[in-house]
């Protein structure tokens, strides 16, 4: 049975910028004051950040007005989470290609951010990006990803399932992309490199493959 991971509450949406390095920095600030803030590319061709989870918009307006107060951010929307319909309490499919179609927004932006530093958007914050800009609730590294999961092997992969690599050595889980069909997945390599498309039966993925994950 699969571990199916909660949803987010209210989230809290500001700026507008034309360079992914704005984004990045806001990010960063509201990260350094506790926040899983993370950046995007809207549909209009600015990126956005987006933050927060809370349990009702009270909670999330209050949040949202001391961040202005104190000079932090500037204008905000709030994001209602998104609620199953009764027609599709669990409309997998749907929430799969929307998590294929987030993971391919991100293809060529570059490594700009990672945990508090701003310094790169790591493997790990990719994939918590992905999903909870699909309101669901994942964990910020990847060996908690990792366990999060469920155990799937690679011939029950589907779009939106998550694969977990031991790059640095020792068997440990160190790097997750998103798997996207056909072979290949959606990841942040390493500093200095944009966010790309690879195939999965490369040798080196191959080697230090650990295991997949799904959560839908």
């Not at 360079?19 to 590319?41: P, W």
């Not at 933050?51 to 949040?63: C, N, P, R, S, V």
């Not at 699909?134 to 939106?160: F, K």
């Amino acid at each position: 049975m699969v571990k199916a991971l909660a949803r987010l509450g209210y989230t809290i949406q500001v700026g507008a910028f034309t360079q992914v390095g704005n984004a990045a920095r806001l990010a960063e600030s509201l990260q350094v004051q506790g926040l899983e803030a993370t950046y995007f590319a809207s549909a209009q061709g600015f990126y956005r950040v987006r933050f927060g989870d809370f349990l009702t918009k009270e909670a999330a307006q209050f949040k949202a007005e001391s961040l202005r107060s104190a000079g932090v951010i500037r204008e905000f929307y709030l994001v209602e989470p998104e609620q199953p319909t009764p027609a599709h309490p669990q409309d997998s499919e749907g929430l799969r290609a929307n998590l294929v179609e987030t993971a391919r927004s991100y293809l060529g932006v570059p490594y700009l951010w990672g945990g508090t530093s701003a310094q790169g958007f790591d493997c790990s914050g990719l994939t918590l990006s992905i999903y909870r800009l699909n309101g669901l609730r994942l964990p910020r590294s990847s060996r908690d990803q990792y366990e999060a999961g469920t155990p799937i092997s690679v011939q029950a992969l589907q779009r939106g399932d998550l694969l977990f690599f031991a790059t640095s050595g020792a068997g440990r889980v160190s790097h997750v992309g998103v798997y996207v069909g056909d072979g290949a997945f959606i990841h942040a390599p390493s500093r200095g490199k944009n966010i790309r498309k690879e195939q999965f039966s490369d040798s080196y993925y191959q080697k230090t493959f650990v295991g997949a994950r799904t959560y839908l």
